[in-house]
């Protein structure tokens, strides 16, 4: 064993949301690979007080990006692909998400087109606690993931605004993933009341930070519990818009060996679409939420 001395982690926040202050930070110095009990607690204290972080020039197997996942927890087992396959043969845990076909049949999921705004998976009962994204292959030009600050949504909200949200719940809606695709076995309604999904609280409280945020989920047939539809639809596009401000969010340009870590219950994310001729292969997993979003 080596007795080489490692330089300590920074933590180097990126001070890219103007009226978000520390969210999202670079975690510099560690390979993911071998982190120590006591640099992973650094890291993980860093995700809590910056929801979102990145880690630079990590080349990892799957075996390597899972074992890191499950650090954090229990992990989930991948959703069903759109082309009904379910997981990288042998890895449950795995997601990919790309635009890449091989011999005519796609390698993952979301194409080369936007993702809208959402949180993973929030149709959940207990949706997941965090998703970590790692980058194979990137496009030239394109495909930046955005992040978006639901701390700062909230406490941001003009006060008229707060009171009407607080104690409201909304429909997350299952019908679509976030590329708009249909999700395997759902048949789609019209009817935001009638689709399948849960019913979350419009404001939630973190469980570990204790800090209070929106929790939106996705737009596309959102539903606000017990309110007249075209009520819930103004609501909603008021919120929304509050929430989804420049302000808030930070965009990252992918590199290929890039890792990304967000928390999952108080941010939102969406990606840009790239040319559909490059190529873009990232591999995801979720660690697994404890219990229901609350109020
Ligand atoms: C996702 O929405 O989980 C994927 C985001 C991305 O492709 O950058």
Redesign the pocket.
């Known amino acids: 064993m080596s007795n080489m001395v490692l330089p300590p982690i920074q933590i180097v926040p990126t001070s890219a949301a103007s009226d978000a202050p520390g969210f999202g930070a670079e975690v510099r110095g560690i390979d993911l690979r071998s982190l120590s009990e006591v640099a992973f607690a650094s890291i993980e204290q860093a995700w809590i007080d910056h929801q979102v972080l990145l880690f630079r020039d990590q080349r990892l197997t799957d075996h390597d990006l899972i074992m890191f996942a499950r650090r954090f927890g229990d992990l989930d087992q991948a959703p069903i692909q759109e082309n009904g396959q379910r997981f990288v043969a042998g890895i449950p845990e795995i ?1 990919v ?1 790309s635009n890449v076909v091989e011999n005519g049949v796609a390698i993952g999921s ?1 194409g080369a087109g936007e ?1 809208v705004w ?1 949180t ?1 998976m929030s149709y959940l009962e207990a949706p997941p606690k965090a ?1 970590m ?1 790692h980058a194979l292959e990137v496009p030239a030009a394109g ?3 955005s992040f978006c600050d639901m701390y700062a949504a909230f406490d941001s909200l003009p006060e008229t605004l707060r009171r009407r949200a607080i104690g409201l719940r909304v429909k997350h809606d299952g019908t679509y ?3 708009g695709y249909l999700r395997q076995g759902v048949i789609p309604s019209d009817d935001p009341r009638d689709a399948p999904g849960r019913l979350h609280p419009l404001v939630c409280t973190h469980p570990e930070s204790g800090r209070r945020m929106l929790y939106l989920g996705r737009r596309r047939m959102a539903w606000i519990g017990g309110m007249d539809v075209a009520a819930s639809e103004a609501l909603l596009d008021e919120i929304w818009a509050h929430a989804t401000q420049a302000a808030f969010t930070w965009t ?1 340009r ?1 590199r290929v060996g890039d890792l ?1 870590l967000w928390d999952n219950r108080c941010t939102m ?3 840009d679409p790239f040319d559909a001729a490059a190529r ?1 292969i ?1 591999h ?1 997993t979720q660690i697994s939420g404890s219990a229901p979003p609350a109020g």
């Open positions: 997601y998400v979301l993702a959402h993973d998703s994204l495909g930046d993931t993933n976030s590329g990252h992918w990304v994310h969406r990606r873009r990232m995801r």
